[in-house]
């Protein structure tokens, strides 16, 4: 091993792992630099889906899912507050654990496999210098066009769901309602503040539930909420990024952060580690140089993600018109092709 150079990974969010389980299968010495524990609940839809999964497959990692006890979300359903859709069919199916699972399986399976993984110590960002990749997940941001985005999340028990995943939109933000392992349901929502907003009209608690009257405020008349799963986000940045534009090797969302309502931020955390592996494995013995490898690796991630940014931008964009929300709505009730359009794209 005297010839192999090691890797350190700052950041051991999904990205960060699935890096430093590839490494690892490939006999790289690996070592990730966690600021917090596992396991440990994160502001995400718990939504899997798109050509992540194909990774995830191909690192062995697809029964480390069906160990943890993931569900399959086939279909879905899009509600506005006087609209909605029938459930139908999702183009392909998602699988949806808690992050609270599967962060500290993956944490299990990089330390099974020889990693070594340093918990509850921020590595400091300066000079990140050669040998050290950036997975510190999404770079926070005051605010964005006179907006700040933040998001929140809740697990809950004695949900009705009409499809395995249901999209909320109302003129503040949307709310997923998704089912996870353990008979829970993942209330999850991005939402808008804008500049001059009173902050009171903010309770968390009310956001997710929706307005008076809205399909999701019934949805939810019944929940149980398990409290201790509830957390928040705030200070997103949703404007693309190229990874070509970072001074540093980054995968995951420290390249750059898909709007959420794609659920696809996984999908790429896990693809953009992948592509990351072999070439961080060939500088590692030798065989290229760092900045060439950062420049691999960058073409690489850009190339596979342009496109889906751009239409996520675009959805995103929709999404938050809040004149929008009703029509969308109606166009996805008639077209199936609408809504298949609107996934594949962004996917
Ligand atoms: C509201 C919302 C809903 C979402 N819903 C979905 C969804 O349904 N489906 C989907 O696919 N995606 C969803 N996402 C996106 C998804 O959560 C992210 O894309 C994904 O978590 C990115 O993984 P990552 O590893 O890049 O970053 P993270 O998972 O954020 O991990 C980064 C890690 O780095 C650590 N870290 C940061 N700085 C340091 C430091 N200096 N030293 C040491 N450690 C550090 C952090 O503690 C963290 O553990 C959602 C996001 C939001 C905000």
């Keep these: 091993m005297a010839d192999v150079k ?22 790289v010495p690996a070592t990730i630099h966690e600021a917090g524990s596992y396991p440990r609940h994160r502001v995400c839809g718990e939504f899997i889906s798109g050509r ?24 879905t359903a899009f509600f506005s507050a006087t609209r909605s859709t029938a459930p139908r069919p999702l183009p392909s199916p998602a699988i949806c654990l808690s992050r609270f699972t599967l962060d500290a399986a993956l944490a299990k399976r990089f330390r099974e496999l020889g990693g070594e993984l340093l ?25 964005q ?22 999209m909320h939109v109302s003129p503040r933000g949307y709310v997923g309602l998704c089912k996870i392992n353990g008979g829970e349901v993942n209330i999850c ?15 968390w608690r009310e956001l997710l539930r929706g307005q008076a009257g809205s399909p999701l405020r019934a949805r939810l008349a019944s929940a149980e909420f398990d409290e201790s799963s509830f957390c928040a986000v705030a200070g997103l940045s949703l404007r693309p990024q190229q990874a070509a534009a970072r001074a540093e090797i980054c ?12 659920g696809n931020g996984m999908s790429m955390a896990f693809e953009s580690a992948e592509l990351a ?5 060939s500088w590692s ?43 969308l709505v109606m166009l996805a009730a008639r077209s199936d092709w609408f809504q298949r359009l609107g996934f594949e794209r962004t996917r």
Excluded: Y
């Design 6 to 27: 090691p890797i350190t990974i700052i950041g051991g969010g999904l990205a960060g792992l699935t890096l430093g389980i590839g490494l690892r299968q490939r006999d």
């Design 52 to 75: 992540g999964q194909a990774t995830l497959g191909r690192l062995g990692l697809r029964e480390l899912f069906g160990e943890a006890g993931a569900v399959s979300a086939q279909t």
């Design 119 to 143: 918990e509850g110590k921020r590595a400091a960002m300066e000079n990140i210098g050669e040998g050290t990749v950036r997975s510190t997940g999404r770079r926070a941001q005051a605010g």
């Design 145 to 166: 066009d006179g907006a700040r985005w933040f998001g929140l999340k809740i697990h809950a028990r004695n949900v009705p769901l009409t499809a395995d995943l249901e």
């Design 189 to 203: 929502g991005l939402f808008r503040k804008r500049a001059g907003e009173n902050g009171e009209t903010m309770n």
């Design 251 to 262: 995968v995951g969302d420290a390249i750059t952060m898909i709007p959420p309502v794609t």
């Design 277 to 281: 592996i072999e070439t961080l494995a």
């Design 285 to 327: 013995r030798g065989n290229m140089s760092w900045s060439e490898a950062r420049q691999k690796i960058a073409h690489d991630c850009d190339a596979a993600f342009a496109r889906r940014l751009a239409w996520a931008k675009w959805l995103q964009r929709l999404i938050f018109t809040p004149t929008l929300q009703n029509p």
